[in-house]
């Protein structure tokens, strides 16, 4: 056994679980059920890690696992290692193995996995030790430890993700049966929708909706109303039946709440601006008219996680507990929106490189969608040279997406915001003729709000004009004139 497996206490490890998978692959079972996620370093004896490392270079260069080619493949000195540890030969042992199988090939992959969990809980268990050790030394640094530990136990996480969470292969047949139900689904709705709504029409016909396991990505410099978007986009899907989570990593749930009644009351006409709730500048009747409006969000399926620096790991686990939530209340988790990309917290894998943790996080942000079959819509900086832009020019555009191309890469819609009113109130007319011409075009654009479509794999790159009031955090269709 490795060093590690010497101090694991009786009854924490159970041989039996790695026994059958070994024995199962010996006897023939398929190799491709384990090899995308099971690996030698989840094995804790070394001669079962000794095993499994044949079996692997034996399907690589024979395409079998069969007894007779691994053991071909054995290293000269197995036997040796072999007797000290088992007191067997490598064949008697793994002719044991084979004989003893319980699960066989139909539990093969299902076995693969309980061998990584095992792992999993051991490792654990050693990295519990440790913090255990490191806190209970007065010079140890707290930061440093609690940092370190996080890490080991994102990588743990890891490991545990890798196995398939639902069928990844299907025949062209099947796949374009689920192609004509989302189909059938959309003429029935007789609106073009094949996903979730965004609450909005026109955004609607030119995107076909939210749509589940893709990712979308909305990008705005500050300012140009991310949150209030995505906000109000994630009360209308929440309104439409789906479930709908809202992970903010920069705001507090209370702030939303904010932003989210002066959102619902502003269809009722009532206008209140954010800005005047925090501090404290409304009247009476405004409260009672946001009270009102606080019972449309009761029966919503939405829910927000406002806890900050979460790292992917940890969205998973707050992903799977509103999925549980709205799986209670008969909304299943529809769409699940980020608050914002950047500030996630990346693993330590690629600490100080930020263009791979940039990769990192978004690559995880799509296979989350995949994985779990939810929309994602991550909100997302962009990069600060567009201010440097002439005024005309500061539009985005794909190169102005921060970091890394990798979020280029993985979306497969990319939104940008842009209002033009944000950079107009900050300018001022080289002369009286031009004042007057920016003051005039600033009332005409007040409102508007452009959602420009720069990427989206299955549909027309436009974009959709928007009606915004961004005191009141509010986002509509246009006026159609």
Known sequence: MTAAAKTIPDG?????????????????????????????EHFIPDVHRLIYRAIRAAHEQYGSTTMPIVLRLMPEDAKILFVQKTEQYPAAYMAELAASVVNGPAGLERGGK??????????????????RDTAHDATSDTKATIQGIAAELDAIAAELRAGPRRKSR???AEAATGA???????????????GITWGLTDVNRSTGGIQRGEMTVIGARPSMGKTAVGLSVAIRTAKSGAGTGFISLEMGAKRLAMRALTDIAYDWGVQIAYSNLI?????????????????????????????PGLSMSDIRVK???????????????????????????????YQGNRNNEITEISGGLRELAREYNVGVVALSQLSRNIESRAMNERRPIMSDLRDSGAIEQDADTI????????????????DAEAEMDRVQRLVDVQNKLEFIIGKQRNGPVRTVDLFVDIACSAVRNAARL
């Open 319 to 349: 992903t799977e507990r509103m999925m549980e939530d709205a799986e209670a209340v008969g909304s299943p988790l529809g769409v699940l929106f980020v608050d914002y990309l950047q500030l996630i917290r990346p693993s330590a894998r």
């Open 114 to 131: 309980a061998v990584v969990n095992q792992w999993a809980r051991l490792k654990a268990a050693e990295v519990g030790k440790l913090l």
């Open 415 to 430: 939104i940008f915001l842009f209002r033009e009113a944000y950079y107009l109130e900050k300018e001022k007319g080289k």
């Open 180 to 194: 004509f139900a989302e189909i059938d689904e959309a003429m029935l709705r007789g609106n073009g929708l094949t």
């Open 279 to 307: 501090t404290g500048r409304v009247e009476r009747s405004e409260v009672d008219a946001l009270k009102s409006a606080n019972h449309d969000l009761e029966s919503l399926p939405l829910w927000i996680e406002e806890q």
């Open 12 to 40: 924490a490890y159970v041989p039996e679980i790695e026994q059958d998978v070994l024995g199962t692959l010996l006897f023939g079972g398929d190799f491709r059920k384990v090899m995308g996620f099971l690996r030698e």
């Open 170 to 172: 299907v025949t062209l």
